[in-house]
């Protein structure tokens, strides 16, 4: 089995390049003296364009997207980004496209699927107290056509978590972030909370193709993740025994998770749970694009990225603070004799004492009630 040699995150200004990538788009455009083609390669390292230029396009009258093709090119640079100036292209024949390893044009999360998706479980089991929200989410956790979606699904096509088993990292993010926030207000119903972030992006699962070359599909482009994921949920909500006013404000927090009627939201966030909902979505793909544009800084160095047209802007990595430990105590001092006077704590604390007197004090949201929901 043939192996590439070169990946997209490991090519610099000025490299020569000659490699097997995926064509995933291919748009004929026209310039002044003539037509070009516009491209998009990918490989397991990441993502380039690239453009073959009049005279030279010519010689290409169709370019199908999804095929595997060998490219000799020079990488140079066209509006801040790194981009493939093509010297020639072949596309690979079917004996050639077999030969290869597949798993070098697929990116994966970094994370072991099967390792969230259990965290996944485990969170739910120390959230859930409610007979239906635990059968709700056993149910969909032993669908084995959701499960395999989750373990396998992009989160998008290409803004944030834009490979396999990104759904379910972005997904298990959210969900640790809105129990983060539940643990700082008062007044939130931690449970509904957990069931709308688990369920929130379902439907991507049947909005985007799997394979070499994830697209929208035909529902996706008709209906939409957030409706779709409604149909998906619909019979292990019926399943589940849930009562009525809770199936409809989970529903109303799926439904309004993009937050603004503009960004796709059928409505708009009503209740506090929704909101949050909405923001840690947000955030989360926010911080995942920041992190991307930033990926071609080295390690730990300062600096500009690539313009980011998801997010409209110029990202910059600061410097950081300096992670400095505080100095040792003179043997003498009261401080040092304090200090050995008193008990070390366990290096693993027991379970039990991630109580909820550990977690910060949480603030009252305005408008909601002085207790806490239980959950």
């Not at 995926?22 to 083609?37: D, I």
Request: proline content about 8%; some cysteine.
């Amino acid at each position: 089995m043939a192996r590439k040699t070169t990946f997209i995150n490991a090519l610099a200004l000025g490299d020569e390049v000659a490699e097997v990538f995926l064509l995933a788009e291919a748009q004929q455009l026209q310039a002044r003296n003539g037509p070009y083609w516009r491209l998009e390669f990918r490989d397991s390292g990441g993502i380039i364009g690239g453009k073959i230029w009049h005279p030279q396009s010519l010689a290409f009258p169709d370019l199908t997207p999804g095929r595997m093709v060998f490219v000799q090119a020079r990488v140079s640079r066209y509006r801040d980004r790194l981009e493939l100036s093509i010297d020639s292209l072949r596309p690979l024949a079917e004996e050639e496209t077999a030969a290869l390893d597949l798993a070098d044009f697929l990116p994966a999360s970094p994370h072991n699927p099967a390792a969230m998706l259990e965290e996944l479980r485990l969170l739910g089991e120390s959230v859930l107290v409610h007979a239906p929200w635990k059968a709700l989410l056993a149910s969909l956790l032993e669908d084995e056509n959701l499960r395999s979606g989750l373990l396998s699904a992009p989160a998008a096509k290409s803004l944030h978590h834009a490979y396999a088993g990104g759904l379910l990292e972005h997904t298990l993010s959210v969900t640790r972030l809105c129990m983060a926030l539940a643990d700082l207000y008062a007044g939130l119903d931690r449970q509904i909370l957990f069931l709308g972030a688990v369920c929130h992006d379902l439907g991507k699962i049947r909005e985007l193709s799997s394979g070499l070359n994830a697209d929208y599909t035909q529902a996706g482009r008709l209906i939409g993740h957030i409706c779709l994921g409604l149909d998906m949920l619909a019979p292990h909500l019926d399943a589940s025994g849930l009562e009525e006013p809770l199936r409809e404000h989970l529903r109303h927090i799926i439904l309004s998770h993009h937050g603004l009627r503009e960004f796709g939201s059928p409505v708009l966030p009503a209740t506090a749970e929704a909101l949050m909902l909405h923001y840690a979505d947000n955030i989360d793909a926010k911080l995942h694009q920041m992190d991307a544009a930033l990926a071609g800084l080295p390690p730990e160095v300062s600096g500009w990225s690539p313009f980011a047209p998801g997010l409209d802007r110029f990202l910059f990595r600061p410097v950081h603070t300096p992670q400095e430990r505080a100095a040792p105590s003179p043997p003498g001092s009261p401080a040092a004799a304090a200090a050995r006077q008193t008990p070390a704590a366990p290096a693993t604390p027991p379970r039990e004492s991630a109580s909820l007197a550990a977690r910060p004090q949480p603030l009252t949201l305005l408008g909601s009630c002085s207790s806490p929901l239980k959950g």
